[in-house]
Each structure stands twice: as C-alpha cells, then as structure tokens.
C-alpha cells in the first residue's frame, strides 16, 4: 500500500492557494532565510567538507568530524562536554565566565546549525550581551542571578519569545510578535539561563519529523541522511551536538521523545502541568483530551534533575500559569538495580521493532538482569484502541483549527502534514458527545495500566522510543510507542543506550520473510527499513512510569544508564 492510499479523511480543499502563497509570502520567506544566513557569525562560519546534498547521501556524521577536524579550542571543548550540572557550578564559583562558556556553546550550536539545519532563529549576539550582563553582575554581587545564571539553553521556536517572530511553523503567522516571553522561557530567564537560538519544526508541530516552508527539514547529527525526529525537531539535534548545554521541548504524541531517541540525546515528557505551557502557538488550543506537556532535552539526566528541580522549585511556574500546579520537584535518589522491577514491552502489536531496537531491547534486557533488576515481559494492553482514540482525539475538531493557519498563507502541504490531517476522523468534527466518549475510553486504559502496574508490583514499562532509529526524512508514520503515554498521561523518558545501528548485524532474520504484516501501517514501516541506510543512527529506548512519579523516572534512568555505562558529553 502507497503512502498515498491513507489519505482518505481529508480532500485539502481550500488550504493551499499557490499563487498567493507565492505572490504575499515567498519574498518574505527568501528574507527570513537570508536573515537567518547573515546571522551566522563570520567567526564561526566553516566550510562544509562535500556539498549537503553529498552529506547527505554518504551518511555523513558531522559529529564525528567535529572532533576529527578539531573545530572546537581544547578549552571550548571541555566546556561543551561539561553537563549543565557542572557548568553552572564553574560559572557560581567564579572560576568560569558566563561570556568564555556562551562563546564555546555559540561556536558548537553555529557549527551544527550549518551541518544540520537545527535553527530558525539565531540572535548569538543578543545571547553575547546577556553573558556580559551576568558576568557584571557577578562581579559586582559576588553571586548569581540565579541557579542557571550563564546556562546557554536553547529553545523550540513555536514557545513565545518577546519580540521576535512566533510562528510554530505556519508560514501565515510571520507577523506574530508577541510581546513578552511565555511563561517557561520567562521562569528560565529569570533562573539566568542565556538564550541564542530558537530550533526548527514541522509545519503543523503534528509530525515526527521536521519539514517546513521555513528551512526545510534538520538533520540528524550521527546520520546527515537520516531524520532527526519532530516536532522537536532541531532541539534533537543541536542538543546531541552539544550546541546547547539544555534544551527545551514540548510534546503531544512524541515531540519530544522522538527528537532525544533519534539524534542521540535524552528527553524526558513530564506529566502534564508540571512544566507551564501559557505562552506559545499551537492548533490545540482548549483541547483537553489529550493535552501536550513542554519538557527538557539534555545530554545527561542529572541536567534534566537539575532542570526540573530548578524551574519547578525556584521558579515557580504556578504563579505565572494557573494551569500549572504547585507540585514541587522532589529529590529522590538514584534506585539500586535490584530494587527495581521492569516490564518490558518488545513489540506493542502494532508495529513491531526493526532488528536495531530489538537488539537493543535484548541487550539492555540482559545487562539489567545481571545488574540484579526483575524483569518480567509486558504483553500489550489496548494499545491499537489507544491509538485510535489518541488519533481522533487530535483531529476532534475536524482540522478546523490546522485549515485555519494553513490556509491563511496559502502554504504548500508537506508530505506528513497531509498524514497527519487524516488521523482519526480526518476533517470530520467529531462533537462534544463523541469526544467524551474518547475520554472515558482514555480514562479506562489510565486505569487498566495503573491496575497491571498494581497487581504486578511493577516499577516501570521499558520498551522502543519508535519502531525503528532515526527515521529517513518524511518517513515516519507510527507514533504508537510515544503516544500510548501521552493518552495515558504517564511520564516518559527516551534515553540513550550507547549502541549504534550496524548495518552488518541489524538485518532482519530469516524469519522475517514469512512474516504476516498486522496491518498496512506496519507494512508502511517496516518494508523501508534497509540496514545499509541507517548507519550509525542512535539506538534509543524509552521508560515510563506512574502519573506524577517523575522523579521516580528520571533516577531510575540514571541507575539503567549507570548500568549501561551510558556517558553522552565525553567523546
């Protein structure tokens, strides 16, 4: 079955308008492109080794050639390989300068914006002149602004940022300026983190990959042939680099996770209304049913501890947002291996992994087990009727909120927008009656799993982030592994497990040739995985736990990673 034989739901009548698109809106997008190109410091402009296109095709790894080539001092070098951890207590102890870390983190996010396109925004010298600011204010203070004084953070686009253009991907908001911060970039600078870059995203913010009318797609840092995930889409990949020492996201169905599994960093969906979300742009305004959560991506889970703890216990974020809850950040200590009792889910029944992540399921399985943690196999709960119900749940208004913003431009519809605008009922409004039908369905799977959880004294579900590694660009269809935990509002982390795709030992198994495709979606998936064309991709996988027990899921990662011998910043 064609990618096209989905597409049934919606017939995109009266959403592109070509000739208006490029009569009111192709100039002001060459601009916007050209503003983004001349903000790249002359300083920190390199030259590619082979054209993009050629990198492309070869599967180059322009993280490995950074360290190779040695674009980066020693010294930026060891900055960018510290955790935001150890970089804000260098910069607290005066033995750091807010401007030397920035400088070091400009360089690094510049030299992977040219190699993977993970920008829309680059303000570094605005990011400059913060940097100077708190390093006055040190020196006259003796202290700092904050825990994050003189952490560079970078930032989706799509959240508000004062002043500049917000426009989350659709080309008809290119006039959106808001005139002050959303609340978590405001918490965050309050805490004194230093801004420079805002990363790319889907049109639509509804695809697990990147493209746009804007740039384009990214690219993913071990694989420039590959997807580096979505709708967190550059934020993927600029924080695997080390452009940036914390990364934020936000995440309806994966947008986070996703992004962290597949350019090779950790990302964590917190429960919902732990992290504010006023201040920002989305199609799902006032749609409760399944509501998205902004989160960290980081390097190292000690950051995204250090985030969280931070941004929810100084920064208060229930008193700029009343849809935020005053739930502090607890700390809780790393688990010991044979505490913990792991459910491990190898395939959820709708789209079983590729030989990768099932190798990495085994592997990490077994290292475990040695590690003296219970593990026990989880056999699926409802999860194609918690996709279904999730699917119809984006589209509960009939894409009339989508149409809206696409066809104020006039946009032409990418490839996985027109995927997305036919989950569920595609452009049929599905009313109030229907929709709350899908939330007590919602509701009884929140029970069902809270009840296995219960009956079979289970810490945490381990399974895939995705069926597969990094996907090829505009080849990603399934969300069912990420997804299942927005509907069900558990908290969800991808992590890294420090294997790689090999393409001379991830082939599929002989048994594979007689398998029986469960459906035309697996087909879809699976019938594009080739091994040749995902070397080196990160093979991630992805925990999950009880509603509001974060905490409890961040520090059972650190003691899997422990485990694993997992280390991200040191190469």
């Known amino acids: 079955m064609s ?32 503003d983004l190109e001349s903000a790249i410091l002359p300083e920190y402009k390199i030259t590619l080794p082979e054209p993009i296109e050629k990198l492309q095709k070869d599967q180059f790894n322009p993280l490995e050639y950074l360290y190779e080539k040695k674009l980066l001092s020693d010294e930026e070098k060891r900055i960018t390989e510290l955790s935001a951890t150890e970089l804000a207590k260098e910069i607290a102890s005066g033995k750091l300068k807010s401007v030397t870390a920035f400088k070091a983190y400009a360089r690094r996010a510049t030299i992977c914006h040219q190699f993977t396109n993970c920008a829309l925004e680059l303000f570094v010298d605005e990011g400059l002149e913060r940097a100077q600011m708190l390093d006055e204010y040190f020196e006259k203070n ?9 952490v560079p953070i970078s930032l989706k686009e799509q959240m508000d940022y004062k002043d500049k253009i917000t426009h989350g991907g659709w080309v008809g908001l290119l006039d959106r300026i808001p005139k002050k911060h959303g609340a978590t970039i405001q918490i965050l600078e309050n805490l004194g983190a230093v801004f420079y870059v805002r990363t790319n995203q889907p ?79 989305s199609s799902g305004a006032g749609q409760e049913s399944v509501v998205p959560v902004a989160g960290p991506m980081a390097r190292s889970l ?49 789209v079983k992994p590729t030989p990768p992540i099932a190798r990495g399921l085994k592997e990490v399985v077994a290292k475990l087990k040695n590690a003296g943690a219970k593990v026990i196999e989880f ?15 984006y589209n509960c208004d009939g894409n009339y909120m989508q149409k809206k913003l696409l066809s104020a431009s006039g946009e032409p519809l990418t490839k996985l927008t ?26 009884s799977l929140r029970q069902e799993y809270t009840d296995y959880l219960n009956a079979n004294k289970v810490d945490f579900i381990l399974g895939p982030a ?66 040749e ?18 905490e409890e899921l961040v520090a059972a990662g650190k003691t899997i990673l422990k485990v694993l011998d997992v280390d991200l910043l040191h190469k």
């Not at 202290?143 to 003189?150: A, C, M, T, Y």
């Not at 056999?379 to 749940?393: G, L």
């Not at 064309?533 to 974060?550: H, T």
Request: with cysteine; proline share 6%.
């Open 3 to 34: 990618f096209e034989s989905f597409l049934t739901k919606e017939n995109f009548e009266g959403y592109e308008d070509p000739e208006r698109y490029k009569k009111d809106w192709v100039p002001r997008l060459d601009k916007y492109r050209a």
């Open 203 to 281: 049109q639509t913010l509804m695809h697990l990959d990147s493209n746009n009318n804007f740039v384009g797609t990214s690219r993913n840092p071990f694989n420039l042939g590959l997807s580096s995930g979505g709708s967190s889409s550059g934020e993927g990949s600029i924080v695997a680099f080390g452009g940036s020492s914390l990364g934020v996201g936000s995440d309806i169905g994966g947008s986070i996770r996703a992004p962290a599994a597949y350019s090779g960093c950790h990302g964590l969906r917190p429960t919902t209304r732990r992290v504010a979300l006023l201040g920002g742009i």
């Open 379 to 393: 056999k699926p709960i409802r999860v194609q009727e918690a996709i279904d119900t999730v699917n119809k749940m």
């Open 302 to 350: 000690d950051d995204i501890d250090l985030f969280m703890k931070h941004y929810v216990n100084d920064g208060n974020p229930w008193q700029l947002d009343q849809w935020a809850l005053p739930l502090p950040w607890r700390t809780v200590e790393p688990p010991k291996p044979e505490s913990l009792t792991i459910a491990v889910m190898y395939d959820d029944g709708v």
């Open 418 to 443: 027109k995927w997305a605008l036919n989950y569920g009922n595609g452009s049929k409004d599905i009313g109030v009656a229907e929709n709350r039908k899908l939330n007590v369905i919602r509701d």
């Open 533 to 550: 064309l995902f070397k080196g991709a990160p093979i991630a996988l992805q925990l999950a736990g009880r509603r509001y027990f974060d």
């Open 466 to 531: 995705y069926n597969n590694v990094a996907p090829l660009p505009e080849a990603v269809y399934n969300w069912s592994y990420t997804a299942l935990y927005n509907i069900l509002d558990f908290p969800s982390l991808s992590f890294q497990t420090g294997m790689f795709q090999d393409p001379t030992v991830d082939k599929w198994g002989s048994e594979h040739s007689s398998y029986t495709y469960r459906s035309e979606l697996e087909k879809l998936e699976l019938s594009g995985y080739d091994p």
């Open 142 to 150: 003796g202290k700092v602004i904050g825990p994050l004084h003189g």
